[in-house]
């Protein structure tokens, strides 16, 4: 028996999982469940593997350590053709970037609404759409943001109102923490 991985998983652990069970290779792990909906290809998440049918309870809390690092996953027939490079095995090889605490709450917020609809997405899939919907909401308070300065700026122009910095600050968006200002 292999050495095992048990339950709480960082994120990092799970963006691996997940590149394991499409990537590697190697058969994924899966729902014994007869009955099913969707794929039964169980997916990782922080809590554990579960399914991804909405109708389906299944859940396990370990997963084999060698899955959790993608320089020790089996390379099946790797001594009868040459390695390819290809952007999956890339991105398997490339170290997780860190999750910020607003990314990872986004990130989160996804899988209820997916849910809900019966959907279902990789792991990295969903990343990427909790980042564009950061971005977005982002973009749209650095644009009101840069409306509210030139109003003041305006005011400040036409005699109408006097201008501080402490005013100019007030109407900026917090910067992300550790960025540099």
């Not at 652990?13 to 394991?20: D, G, K, R, S």
């Not at 400040?156 to 960025?179: F, H, I, K, N, Q």
Request: glycine share 4%; hydrophobic share 40%; proline share 10%.
């Amino acid at each position: 028996m292999t050495d095992q991985i048990r339950v709480p998983w960082t994120s990092e652990q799970v963006a691996v999982l997940e590149q394991f069970q499409t990537t590697s290779g190697m058969h994924p792990f899966t729902c014994g469940a007869d009955q099913h909906t969707l794929a039964p290809r169980l997916v990782p998440s922080h809590s554990g593997w579960y399914c991804p049918d909405p109708d389906c309870d299944y859940r396990q809390d370990w997963a084999h350590a060698f899955m959790a690092d993608p320089s020790a996953w089996p390379r099946p027939f790797a001594d009868l053709r040459q390695p390819e490079t290809t952007e999956a095995t890339e991105a398997a090889e490339q170290p997780a970037e860190p999750w910020t605490q607003l990314e990872a709450r986004a990130f989160n917020a996804v899988l209820p609404a997916l849910r809900e609809a019966g959907e279902w997405l990789p792991l990295t899939a969903r990343r990427k759409v909790a980042r564009a919907v950061l971005e977005a909401v982002q973009a749209a308070e650095l644009q009101a943001a840069i409306v509210r300065v030139r109003e003041l700026a305006d005011d400040a122009e036409y005699g109408t109102y006097t201008v501080d910095v402490d005013t100019l600050r007030s109407a900026l968006p917090e910067p992300p923490p550790g960025a540099s200002v």
